[in-house]
C-alpha cells in the first residue's frame, strides 16, 4: 500500500469523527448547527456510497461528486443563512444559492457533464462557500460579538472550509486535467486532497465539540456584573 | 501543464487562506481590545459623573435642610430675641420669650443632629454593619410602613471601608425599591460565604428592564453602587425582569 493509499483510508474514516461528535452534541445544536449535522450524514453516506461504488462496482463515480458538490454547498450556505445577521445578505445569499442549484441542474442535463467530473460546477460551490466564510468574518469583525474565537463552532467551521475549499478550488479548476492525469506528479496531487479533507473534517469535529449547552442557550434571567 | 505552476499555485491556495485566517485572528483580537478598552473609558466616565452627581445631590439636600429647617429656625430665634428688648420691663413677657427662645434653639440643636446623624449614622461607626443594618431596616419599617427584614447570623466588624460601601449601598436599594418598584416586602440579608461577605437585597415589587437600567441615561443610584463597588474590589450582580421582582446581589472579598 503505497503512501496516498494510507492517506486516502485516514481520510475516508475522517468522516467519521465529526460525525460521532455531531451525535453526541446534537442536543445542543441551533439551527445552523444542525444544518452542519445534515451535511456531516450526507457526506458520510457519500463518502461510504462512492468507496463502495469504485470498489465493487468498478465504474467511475464522478457523477456522485458533481451532485454531492451542489448539496454541499446548498446546505453551507443555508448554515451561513442562518448566521447572517443582515437581511439583504440573507436575501442574495438564497437568491445565489437558488441560481447556482438551478444552474448546476440546467448544466447536468447534458450527459458528458453530469458523468465526469464537472470542473466548474465544483469551482463554483468553492467559490460560493470561501465568499460566505468571507462574510461571515467581515460580520464577525463588524459586531465583535463573540468573546473567544477559539471556543465558537462557527469560527471553527468556518476555518475549515476556508482551507479545504480555497485547497480544493486549485484542484477542481484544473479539473481533470490535474486530478486524473497519468502521470506520477499529478497523481500526488491526490496526496493534498487528502490531507485537506482530513483537516476539514477534524476542525468540523472541533468546531461541533465547542457547542454551547441548553442550559446556556435557554436561560431566560437577565444578569449583569459591574 | 507546467509542475512548476502548479507547485506555485498550489502553495499560493495554500498560503492564502492561512494568511487570511491569521490576519483574521489578529485583525479581531486587536478590535475587541480596542473595544474593551473604549468601554472601560465610558464606564469610569460615567462613575465619574455618578460621583460628582451624588456629591451635587447630598450638598443640595445639605443646602435645603440647612436653609429650611436650621436658617428658618434661627430666623425665629433671632426675632424672638429681638423682642425681648422691647418688653425688657416686662418681666412675664421676657420670660414667654425666653422660654419660646430657648424651644427654638432646641429644635434647631435637634435638627442639625438629625442632619448629622443622615449624613453620617452614628450606629455604624460606633457598632459596625450589622447593628446599623437592623437600626436601618427598623427606622425604614416604622416611617414607610412597609416590613422590610434583615436577616443576619454573623457577629463581625469590617473594614471601615466596605462597612460604609454596604451601608450606602444597602440605603441605595431600599430607596430605589420603595421609589420605582412599588414593593410590598423588601429583604435584606447578610452572610459570609468562601471569604467573601454577601449581601442580597430583594423585593417583591415590579421589576424593571436591564436594558433601560443600562442606558447612558440612566438614574445615578446604580452607577453609585458600581462606583462604591469599585473602591472596595466589589461585585454588583443582578438579576431583574419587568413583572417580577428584583434581586441584587454584593460580594465583597474579606
Known sequence: MTFPDILAYVSSLGVFFPLIIAIIRRENFTLELKLMFVYIIVSTLTEIIATFWARYLHSPNHFMLNIFSVVECLLLVLMYREVFINKLVKRITLITISVFTFFAIFNFTETSNFVKFNSLINSIACIIIIICVFIYFFQLLQTLTVQKLSVTPMFWISVACLLYFSGTLFLFLYGETVLFHKSPFFKELWVIYFILSFIFRIFLAIGLWFSKTPLQLKSSSKSAQS | MNEVKIVILGTIAMLLPVSAIILFVIVYYRRQ??????????????????????????????????????????????????????????????????????????????????????????????????????????????????????????????????????????????????????????????????????????????????????????????????????????????????????????????
Not at chain 2, 428688648?85 to 419660646?100: A, D, F, I
Not at chain 2, 463597588?229 to 465583597?252: A, H, N, P, Y
Request: charged residues 30%.
Open chain 2, 33 to 254: 481590545r480596542l473595544q474593551r478598552a473604549a468601554h472601560e473609558e465610558a464606564l469610569h466616565q460615567a462613575m465619574l459623573e455618578a460621583s460628582v452627581g451624588s456629591q451635587e445631590v447630598v450638598r443640595r439636600q445639605i443646602g435645603g435642610d440647612l436653609h429650611d429647617e436650621i436658617g428658618a429656625l434661627l430666623s425665629a430665634t433671632r426675632m424672638s430675641l429681638s423682642q425681648l428688648n422691647k418688653y425688657s420691663e416686662n418681666e412675664s413677657k421676657r420670660t414667654l420669650l425666653l422660654g419660646r427662645t430657648e424651644e427654638l434653639l432646641n429644635e434647631a440643636l435637634h435638627n442639625v443632629r438629625r442632619i448629622s446623624k443622615d449624613l453620617m449614622p452614628s450606629t455604624l461607626d460606633e457598632f459596625g454593619l450589622i447593628e446599623a443594618l437592623k437600626d436601618f431596616s427598623q427606622k425604614m419599617t416604622l416611617h414607610t410602613n412597609l416590613p422590610i427584614h434583615f436577616t443576619c447570623d454573623l457577629n463581625a466588624r469590617y473594614d471601615a471601608k466596605t462597612e460604609l460601601a454596604l451601608y450606602r449601598s444597602t440605603q441605595e436599594l431600599v430607596n430605589n425599591a420603595l421609589k420605582h418598584a412599588e414593593a410590598k416586602e423588601i429583604k435584606i440579608t447578610l452572610s459570609e460565604n468562601n471569604k467573601k461577605l454577601r449581601l442580597e437585597v430583594t423585593d417583591d415589587g415590579k421589576g424593571f428592564d436591564l436594558e433601560a437600567v443600562n442606558q447612558p441615561s440612566r438614574g445615578i443610584g446604580i452607577k453609585n453602587i458600581e462606583s462604591r463597588m469599585s473602591l472596595i474590589k466589589g461585585q454588583l450582580k443582578f438579576d431583574v425582569e419587568i413583572g417580577r421582582g428584583s434581586t441584587f446581589i454584593i460580594t465583597v472579598p474579606l
